[in-house]
């Protein structure tokens, strides 16, 4: 049972360079968000999905899309990637009625 | 909007000394209040949660109590080892169901020294 887990660890890019961020969950939980993480800002909802097929916005949208790929899967995709997105990102996941479990996140550069 | 404050950091404590990081809340309803603890290069991990107002929620020698009169879900432990060093997180919980979210404080770092 490896939780929640998390691709790449590590990547750096250049600006305007998109990537997909992968994160998949074997504990059957419905629901799967994503997070950033900066030094002193806490961590922030990027987006959710509450079930399989849907998606929802957080707190700090713009420049990202997702896609719930199914129940397990739910990644994370920058276009055209800036400076200011420069961060860690962590995926979480949760079962109703349960607390949410988080993956060991992916730092990103972008130069 | 819901928010979370916490104390800010960081706190650097000897070895057995008594810890506590203060975590005050703002929300419409009733949340659920947690503390998450992030080790160095370690996603996040529930620490403790409480529910309702006057829980005490415990685990590995680290307290909280939810108190609705002065919402607020302060971290306490009698006596912090070096391996309690971390970052420590204050979330509520925000609706029920399929819209539940988290909301976070922006993380107390804590280093305890031999």
């Known amino acids: 049972n490896a939780g929640v887990t998390q691709t790449p660890k590590f990547q750096v890019l250049k600006t305007g360079q998109s990537m997909t961020l992968q994160c998949a969950q074997d504990?059957?939980?419905?629901?799967m968000y994503w997070y950033r993480q900066d030094p002193g800002m806490g961590l922030r909802l990027i987006y959710y999905?509450?079930?399989?097929?849907?998606?929802d916005k957080g707190e700090v949208p713009n420049g990202y899309n997702v896609s719930r790929l199914n129940k397990r899967e739910f990644s994370l995709r920058l276009e055209s990637a800036a400076p200011s997105q420069t961060s860690v990102y962590f995926c979480?996941?949760?079962?109703?009625?349960?607390?949410?479990?988080f993956g060991p996140g992916t730092r990103l550069l972008v130069l | 909007g819901d928010s979370v404050t916490q104390m800010e950091g960081p706190v650097t404590l000897s070895e057995e000394a008594f810890l506590t990081i203060n975590c005050t809340y703002t929300?419409?309803?009733?949340?659920?209040l947690f503390w998450y603890v992030q080790y160095p290069g370690e996603g996040l991990q529930l620490l403790l949660k409480?529910?309702?107002?006057?829980d005490k929620g415990s685990n590995k020698g680290f307290e909280a109590t939810y108190r609705k009169e002065t919402t607020s879900f302060h971290l306490e432990k009698g006596s912090v080892q070096v391996s309690d060093s971390a970052v420590y997180f204050c979330?509520?919980?925000?609706?029920?169901?399929?819209?539940?979210?988290?909301?976070f404080g922006k993380g107390t770092l804590l280093t305890v020294n031999p």
């Open positions: 504990m059957n939980h419905n629901s």
């Open positions: 979330a509520l919980s925000d609706g029920g169901g399929s819209n539940y979210k988290l909301t």
């Open positions: 979480a996941s949760r079962m109703i009625g349960e607390t949410q479990y």
């Open positions: 999905s509450a079930s399989e097929g849907t998606t």
């Open positions: 409480a529910t309702k107002a006057d």
């Open positions: 929300a419409t309803g009733y949340p659920s």
